[in-house]
């Protein structure tokens, strides 16, 4: 009795710990981002000090930061939007026809480093006039959410009963209508939550808009990389537009905590 | 979106209704909806495969060429050639392969045990636990770039809480990022910190699928903890470590933005950081080096494929 008590107060201790360490670094930006230019920099300011939003209205007074937060919001949108219209229905085809090796072929889009396609697609984007525009960047990060998201769907397909959509099938409804009908809404919450993640895989996405975006489409990643290096010594800023870019993502940990494990973890424990 | 409700028509067979309610179709599944599977599958796997086929042959192409300046200029095809300078680079190329390698293997290794050790000590459910699966999802989230940034600031040789927390146990001022023979280690800490949760997240998924009926049985047979975690657990957790190795370990050998965002070019002054895509990087867009830069990612793409190959071979051979 003694002894499990021990292991559960030491299990919290390390538990407690982790977390810790974890999240002071977010908690330590955040709180960055509220500091003058001063406290910031000094280390003696610890977690309590009187807030300033000084830093929050120099960055949104900044024209480019709220054009590519805008861009990253739009490119993100659209990619994610784009790719659940063409994967969902392929994740579907995969699962119900069990086409895994087909449906397994993207994979190669997981490994390829994003470098060795960089070069050809701007060579390609630049013959057709695209580069610096949004469609460039959106296609782009398709690139990333098409697979993620074909991926996370076959697995949720499989794991559905195909007697729903067999007997729905003997009611009269054609194989797409099933699919239609039956599995999309059956369906929702494993896109939703592949979605989410494809956003923020697109809202995170540094090197695409590094190559392909102009100063009118720059993504936030590159912006916050262009501000760092000619305004190194402006640290509230910088925390403050850190902080903007961990908004959504925050907010994704906090509602959609559960429904982005299932979809991080598709695929995985399968193999 | 309009274009795909035109599409059912391609599958929609008239003569589908089966007379009989029985428990099977008359014809099956797989025959009747060919068309409309190719329909389905089409437009994915077709985007996917322009994305990447032909960027794909064009630089390996390049890669057998001596481009340079712009891609469109002319070039002559030189064999092999590119291959030869990479591998006989001493100074760049094979300096970078090492970083690659060793950062991979110990910022992986480190989240590995780290993960599994806190995955361990979550499995069984305790109050707060969605707290806690909430802060794991932060790091792992959380835009690479501002992560870079936030850990610059962390670390910052002067005016970084890192060095004032160290000052505390009596440790002097770490350079961190600013020191060549630092960099790189920093560098894997800050990748264990944002990956160690993807990791615990993995593998607590794999061992919640684990039966309990063989623990429970070396426990009656008086196997302790540890026994238990070795002998039981381990085997029984093989396919899903392997996986999430796989993973984590291909994006691990890519890293770009966080070296990229922390370091800059080159990976700093002395190249201290620079892995292989960082060198890629370099060499292509910043030399414009497209012929040698090609080749470099040739080869790093192979190794890369090597690597996934040989895991997935042992992940198959596992889970059999």
Redesign the interface.
């Known amino acids: 009795m003694s002894a499990s008590t021990t292991y ?1 107060t030491l ?2 201790v ?2 407690f710990l ?2 810790a ?3 002071l ?2 908690v ?2 955040i709180a ?1 981002a509220f500091k003058t230019n001063v406290q ?5 300011v610890g977690l309590v000090f009187s807030p300033t939003w000084d830093n929050f209205r120099g960055v949104l007074a900044d024209g480019a930061l709220v054009q590519s937060l805008g861009n990253s919001l739009l490119i993100g949108a659209v990619s994610t939007a784009l790719s659940v ?3 969902v ?2 994740a ?3 699962g ?2 069990r ?1 895994r090796r ?1 449906g397994s ?2 994979l ?17 984007f630049a013959q057709l006039g695209l580069v610096g525009s949004h469609l460039v960047l959106i ?2 990060h ?2 990333v959410s ?2 993620l998201i ?1 991926w996370i769907m076959i697995g949720f397909f499989e794991g559905l009963p195909v007697e729903l959509e ?1 007997a729905a ?2 009611d ?1 409804l ?4 099933a699919f ?1 009908r039956i599995a999309l809404p059956l369906a929702a919450p494993g896109t939703a939550s592949a979605a989410v993640l494809a956003f ?1 895989f697109s ?2 996405n ?2 695409f808009a590094l ?1 392909l975006a102009d100063e009118r489409t720059m993504t ?2 590159v912006l ?2 262009n501000f ?2 000619y305004a190194s010594t402006d ?1 509230g800023g ?2 403050a537009a ?1 902080t903007l ?2 908004v959504p ?2 907010l ?3 509602f959609g ?2 429904y ?2 299932a979809g ?2 598709a695929g ?2 399968k ?1 | ?1 309009t274009t ?1 409700s035109t ?2 028509a ?4 008239p003569g ?3 007379p009989s ?1 029985g428990t099977r ?1 008359m014809v099956t ?2 025959q ?2 060919r068309r ?2 190719w329909a ?2 089409t ?3 077709g ?2 495969g322009l ?2 086929v ?3 042959a ?2 390996i192409n ?1 890669s057998l060429t001596d481009a340079f300046g712009a ?2 200029a002319g070039n002559s095809f030189v064999g092999l050639q590119n291959f030869a300078d990479a591998l006989t680079d001493t100074r760049r190329f094979w300096p970078a392969v090492g970083r690659t390698v060793v950062f991979t293997l110990v910022a992986v290794l480190l989240e590995t045990v780290l993960g599994l050790a ?1 995955a361990m ?2 499995r069984k459910p ?1 109050r707060g636990m ?17 992560i870079g ?6 670390l ?1 040789p002067t ?3 890192a ?2 927390l160290l000052g505390f146990v009596g440790i002097p001022p770490q350079e961190f990022l600013g020191s060549v023979s630092q960099s790189l280690p920093t560098l894997m800490l800050i990748d264990v ?1 944002q990956w160690t ?2 990791m615990t ?2 593998l607590l ?2 061992l919640t ?1 684990l039966p309990e009926e063989p623990e429970e049985a070396a426990k009656v047979d008086g196997a302790n903890a540890w026994q238990r975690f070795v002998h039981i657990i381990l085997p029984m957790l093989r ?2 470590i392997l ?2 190795l796989v ?1 984590r370990g ?1 994006d691990a050998l ?1 890293t ?2 966080l070296i ?2 922390t370091k ?1 070019p080159g990976g700093g002054s002395d190249f201290e950081a620079e892995t292989l ?1 960082v060198y ?2 370099g060499l ?2 910043d030399y414009q080096e ?1 012929g040698l ?2 080749a470099v ?2 080869l ?2 192979l190794f ?2 090597a690597i ?1 190959v040989v895991l997935r071979r042992r ?2 051979r596992s ?1 059999s």
Request: charged share 10%; glycine share 4%; proline share 7%.
């Open positions: 559960r299990r919290a390390l538990i982790v977390c360490v974890i999240a670094p977010i330590w930006m960055a910031v920099t000094d280390p003696t219209v063409i994967a229905p392929a579907w085809a995969v119900r026809f086409m087909t072929m993207v190669v889009a997981r490994i390829v480093p994003a470098i060795s396609l960089l070069v050809p697609w701007y060579y390609m296609l782009s398709m690139f098409v697979p074909l067999d099938r003997t009269g054609s194989a797409f209508g239609l923020i809202w995170n540094f090197i190559i936030m990643p916050l990389f760092m290096s640290w910088l925390m850190a870019m961990t993502v925050l994704a940990a906090v905590q559960r982005l494990v991080l973890t995985a424990t193999g | 979106m795909t599409r059912p391609v599958g929609a067979t589908r209704r089966t309610s179709p599944f797989e009747a909806n409309l599977k389905l599958l437009p994915a796997l985007f996917v994305m990447i032909f960027p794909l064009f630089t390049l891609v469109n806190l000590l979550m305790f969605e707290i806690v699966r909430t802060i794991l999802m932060v790091p792992l989230l959380a835009t690479p770039v501002a940034i936030l850990w610059m600031l962390i910052d005016n970084g809480i060095n004032h910190w949760p993807m997240v993995l998924a794999g699928t396919t899903t996986t999430a993973l291909v890519k770009f933005d990229y965002a800059g895509n890629a990087y292509t867009f497209y830069a090609s990612l040739v790093f793409t890369i494929v996934v992940t198959e889970a």
